[in-house]
């Protein structure tokens, strides 16, 4: 499923709830399960209308996450992020069955002043019009 968008550490680095794909079919493990693995993130991100950029991961349906970044060491970031986000989501859903996901204006807070042309959340010399 799924992660939901629920408070700001989530929103510092994704913007809107982290998908899930598709199952991927009998054949497509079959015949070329890494190939498909790659076509159903694309899909998915088809679908949704999503920017890569701002939304640098999502869970592949009975697999694992798959994150990216402008290198490595940024993807493996993404990547611990993610997680802790994931854990933080469950824990939430869990204590409180009556969870709510972040308004838009924070998400829009939160991720626009790390992200973008107005970018100034540990950035030097720069002013938010956020």
Not at 64 to 93: R, S
């Amino acid at each position: 499923m799924p992660i939901p968008a629920l408070g700001t550490t989530h929103a510092d680095y994704f913007y809107g709830d982290i998908p899930c794909t598709r199952k991927l079919t009998q054949t497509e493990v079959e015949q070329a399960y890494e190939l498909e693995t790659g076509n159903v993130i694309v899909e998915t991100f088809a679908e949704l209308g999503l920017d890569p950029k701002a939304m640098p991961g999502i869970l592949v349906a009975n697999h694992a996450p798959f994150c990216w970044g402008k290198d490595p060491q940024d993807a493996v970031y993404h990547a611990v992020v993610l997680e802790i986000v994931a854990k933080m989501a469950l824990n939430t859903v869990r204590l409180n069955e009556n969870w709510a996901a972040i308004d838009q204006f924070l998400l829009d807070k939160h991720y626009y002043r790390k992200h973008g042309a107005h970018a100034y959340y540990g950035q030097t010399n720069r002013v938010s019009t956020h």
